[in-house]
């Protein structure tokens, strides 16, 4: 597919939708804009009904953009590089399909942080922390905080809490065993099979980051508001 004269991309559905856009126009600088078509749509801003008027103002240039910063993650087998994955919500190291944990060991760069056993552990940008990240007791970043969150997932210990690490760090998820399957996965979508050795390298990949279009005027503090009822001391309109 040729996209040297895309003046932008458009994603329609939802945040599922929008994250598989990011992974198709990745390094090559073209804006995303997403219409919401889906339910809940933290990152598709525009209303399906506003649609096409939305569009006329991109083409006329009445737009902001804001840069979301992606993670880039490595699978290393047995000292290669046996796989890649670009994620801009997040990605988990996880168990399979059995209801068995894992036993993984976490390190920042050369420095060994916690290991436990666990349902797994996600690392997630500021963009993703709103996802699958809060589910599992994750702080709300701001997406304009160059930060990565680390967070496990049901660990079998009181220990380890979610952490929030530089942009300039390096995560090392070391699989120290694993008898059952275990998933490798990259915003939900990009799965892979993870054996006991493996090591999951992950790290913000500040060189090739995606233009979110922006024309509404909403700061990111209304969107929490609206998205999540906050606010409204748990009273119907």
């Known amino acids: 597919m040729e996209y040297c004269n895309m003046d932008f991309a458009l994603s329609i559905g939802g945040d599922g939708t929008f994250l598989r856009t990011s992974r198709m126009i990745w390094g090559l600088g073209v804006p995303l804009y997403g219409i919401n078509a889906g339910r809940l749509g933290f990152l598709t801003a525009g209303a399906a009904e506003s649609a096409a008027a939305d569009i006329r103002r991109i083409l006329s240039g009445d ?7 992606p993670l880039r993650g490595e699978i290393v087998r047995n000292g290669e590089v046996i796989e890649s994955v670009y994620a801009l919500n997040d990605i988990t190291a996880s168990k399979g399909f059995l209801s068995r944990p894992i036993d993984v060991s976490v390190s920042v760069g050369e420095e060994n942080i916690y290991r436990f056993l666990a349902d797994g552990i996600i690392v997630s940008t500021p963009t993703g922390s709103t996802a699958y990240a809060m589910s599992a007791g994750g702080p709300i970043i701001h997406p304009g905080v160059k930060c990565m969150l680390v967070v496990p997932i049901c660990p079998h210990s009181l220990y380890p809490r979610p952490m929030v690490l530089s942009d300039m760090e390096t995560i090392n998820i070391k699989v120290e065993c694993c008898a059952y399957e275990a998933i490798f996965s990259g915003d939900g979508h990009q799965n892979m ?19 979110v279009i922006s024309i509404d005027k909403s700061s990111y503090y209304d969107i929490l508001r609206k998205k999540m009822n906050w606010g409204r001391n748990g009273e119907a309109k």
């Open 63 to 69: 737009y902001e953009l804001f840069s979301r910063i």
């Open 193 to 211: 099979t993870l054996i006991s050795g493996d090591i999951v390298s992950i790290k913000l990949d500040v060189e090739r980051g995606i233009d």
